[in-house]
């Protein structure tokens, strides 16, 4: 049974479309991520929600909005799509925020 | 400006040469260090977390250790296996709030 899993695993859309990334964990951690890495393998922390409380959100455009509608669940919605926005997106969560994450498997996005 | 700098960016090894890989990090109130495998299409997947300096860690051929500027991840006698990429992340500030990953060392052990 996966701990973080993420949906879908491939994503091809074309510019200026809205997509979401589903992440969902069954570990019961409190903590939930979002991350992006780029072509060159560099790993970035977009967004990390604590109990369902926001706790970082680093400069990202305003098109990408997370949602966590449960401790289990973080969701990345991301409007207007563009070029630069292709990258591989990892979900993760921890319990507590100074601890081990745990990864999904990633989810590809390309954009046309 | 807090940053972390993983070297060397690539390690070609023959099996059984032992080697180490560096993580230099400069961020305000370390809280924890962690290292991180990342194999090819897959997420990273935790080895080890460090949160003192003079602390070290070990796990089969790995070992891990810390002082107050950098870390070090010793592999020993390493295996075509420990092929993979090999990350460092820090984690800092008051609540620990901010994350900041190293670029990574891709590792290829040769047979």
Request: proline content about 4%; some cysteine; aromatic content about 10%.
């Amino acid at each position: 049974d996966t701990a973080v899993s993420q949906t879908p695993k491939y994503l091809v859309t074309q510019m200026g479309n809205d997509k979401s990334i589903k992440c969902e964990q069954n570990l019961g951690h409190d903590t939930m991520y979002w991350y992006k890495q780029d072509s060159k393998k560099f790993l970035k922390i977009m967004f990390s929600y604590n109990n369902k409380e926001l706790i970082i959100n680093e400069t990202v455009p305003n098109r990408f909005s997370p949602k966590s509608p449960d401790k289990a669940h973080l969701n990345l919605h991301i409007n207007s799509l563009e070029l630069g926005d292709s990258a591989v997106y990892f979900c993760a969560s921890s319990q507590g925020i100074v601890n081990i994450q745990y990864f999904g498997a990633g989810t590809r996005l390309s954009v046309l | 400006e807090d940053q972390v700098t993983q070297s060397p960016e690539a390690l070609r090894l023959q099996e059984g040469e032992s080697s180490s890989l560096n993580c230099s990090y400069t961020v305000s109130g370390l809280r924890g260090l962690f290292w991180y495998r990342q194999d090819p299409g897959k997420g990273p997947e935790f080895l080890f977390t460090l949160y003192s300096a003079g602390e070290e860690k070990e796990k089969e051929r790995l070992k891990a250790t810390l002082t107050k500027k950098e870390s070090f991840l010793h592999i020993t006698a390493p295996k075509p296996e420990d092929s993979a990429t090999y990350l460092c992340a820090v984690q800092a500030g008051n609540t620990g709030n901010q994350f900041y990953f190293g670029t990574g060392t891709s590792l290829t052990v040769i047979p």
